[in-house]
């Protein structure tokens, strides 16, 4: 069966390709979301298998999404996506739960890998 994804970028061609990205690596993208907010919201909706999650997001960023979304369900897997110079940002999601993070822009094989490591497939 196939792993459940949820995308969660401010930018929609962002989104596009991590979900391409995944459909491309046999996983079904079940949701998707625009902001921190609605994350959250299609979070507990869907209970998707994994959550990538932007970190600089308007109405909630990334970091406090992912707090919530674990308040949710501490066994919930995130994995951030940033791009370069995020460094700060990431560690404070890592510290929030999130599994792992993607730069962006993302490479289909770097994002394949992260994920399969963080639901243990690798």
């Known amino acids: 069966m196939a792993k459940r994804v949820l995308v969660v970028d401010d930018a929609i061609f962002m989104r596009d390709i991590i979900k ?3 459909a491309s690596g046999g996983f079904e993208v079940v949701g998707e979301a625009s902001n921190g907010v609605e994350a959250v919201e299609r979070f507990k909706e869907l209970k998707p298998d994994l959550t990538t999650m932007d970190l600089v997001m308007p109405f909630k960023n990334g970091i ?7 308040r949710v369900d501490p066994k ?10 995020q ?5 404070e999601a890592i510290e929030a739960g999130a599994m792992d ?11 394949l890998a992260v994920v399969k490591k963080v639901l243990g497939e690798a």
């Open 20 to 22: 391409d990205i995944f």
């Open 64 to 70: 406090e999404a992912t707090r919530e979304i674990l």
């Open 76 to 85: 919930a897997v995130v994995v951030m996506c940033s791009a370069l110079g």
């Open 87 to 91: 460094e700060a940002l990431v560690m």
């Open 101 to 111: 993070f993607i730069v962006k822009p993302p490479r289909a094989e770097d994002v």
